[in-house]
């Protein structure tokens, strides 16, 4: 009979997340949250604030939150457990290292509590995060939840077991949160205007997203398309300055621009002619997923995760990894004919119902 009453009751899942900027892992929390169910109850425990709390909705689930001053905060793991000794949680659900870390604890002091880790991107370095995670998953967390199978390859190929992944991609959905107002600054931003073809591409610049290939493509064309623009959307950092170093002072802010980070950039994607994803190394791609949505052609580096998410090409070009002629190739093919409106509403319908 308890086993029975077990079964029927909702399932109690703490989330413990330690940001909460707009992302895919961030995403999927929220459609959940914001969805009740009778399968679940969802208790989640925010570790920091963040820019996204606005988005999850008044709904039968319930937030907490807990900030933490440092990473390993005593102050925390002590409140941490007094909410989870009156919650009583059957399982809970994390996402990165850190927070993998505290439930680690909670399973040592409840050890009836179940632990699901979700890995969203992958870490080539083997620091301290790398084997905690690893070392965790493998000996006490019931599920690891991957995003791609491409990932899932990847970890099994470093030692993360194989028999507790399960795949489940980023949810990735259109949002409607610009205005007409907001998109006509992004344009006066670029001074964009009418009859003038924009490439972009959405990233941070991180050395895996290699943007400087799509910077090097772009000024190998100029001359051929002189009404095209670039415009990089995404936080700074240093490899914005070397990407930066690929044009003349004279064509930036002129035909190059570098804008920074952009709020709901997403929803500037139907303004694109061409979306680019140049990464050397991905997990997923939100924003590849997300210009199919809007029905922007799409080019993205052929590497193992966009052959799956474009079904090895069917869905979007690629081009060889690393390879600026190549990709130069492609922009010169695209912009010198119309797009095909059939393929990219085919394409905007798989990633509909896939993602």
């Not at 991957?146 to 970890?155: F, G, M, N, P, T």
């Not at 390879?323 to 093919?333: C, F, S, V, W």
């Amino acid at each position: 009979m308890e086993n029975s009453a077990f079964l029927r009751r909702p399932k109690k899942i703490l989330h413990l997340r330690s940001t909460f900027h707009a992302g895919g892992t961030e995403n999927l929390i929220v459609h959940f949250f914001n969805r009740p169910s009778a399968a679940f109850e969802i208790t989640l425990v925010l570790m920091k604030p963040g820019p996204l709390m606005h988005s999850l909705a008044p709904s039968a689930n319930r937030v907490v939150r807990l900030y933490r001053k440092q990473k390993f905060d005593l102050r925390f793991l002590g409140k941490l457990a007094r909410l989870v000794a009156g919650l009583r949680p059957d399982y809970i659900h994390t996402h990165q290292p850190i927070e993998l870390f505290y439930a680690f604890l909670m399973k040592c002091f409840f050890p009836g509590v179940k632990l699901i880790h979700q890995v969203h991107l992958y870490n080539p370095r083997a620091n301290w995060g790398f084997f905690l995670e690893k070392f965790i998953v493998r000996h006490l967390a019931r599920r690891l939840v991957v995003v791609s199978r491409s990932l899932e390859e990847q970890l099994a190929s470093r030692g993360y077991p194989l028999k507790k992944m399960t795949v489940l991609p980023n949810i990735v959905q259109r949002t409607h949160h610009l205005s007409a107002a907001d998109k006509a600054k992004f344009r006066h931003r670029i001074n964009l205007q009418p009859g003038e073809a924009l490439i972009g591409m959405i990233g941070n610049f991180v050395p895996e997203k290699d943007q400087a290939t799509l910077a090097r493509a772009f000024r190998m064309i100029m001359e051929d398309f002189p009404n095209a623009k670039l415009v990089f959307i995404g936080k700074e950092s240093p490899e914005q300055q070397a990407c930066k170093q690929v044009f003349r002072p004279e064509e930036l802010e002129k035909r190059a621009y570098f804008i920074g980070p952009w709020p709901h950039a997403s929803e500037l994607l139907p303004l694109f002619t061409l979306s680019v994803f140049s990464s050397r190394q991905e997990t997923f791609g939100m924003a590849a997923i997300e210009s199919l949505l809007y029905e922007v052609p799409l080019i993205a580096s052929d590497i193992p995760v966009m052959r799956e998410l474009s079904l090895d090409g069917r869905h979007f070009e690629l081009f060889e990894t690393g390879n600026a002629t190549g990709l130069a190739r492609r922009l010169r093919d695209r912009l010198s004919r119309p797009p095909d409106r059939q393929k990219l509403e085919q394409a905007r319908k798989y990633a509909e119902k896939a993602f």
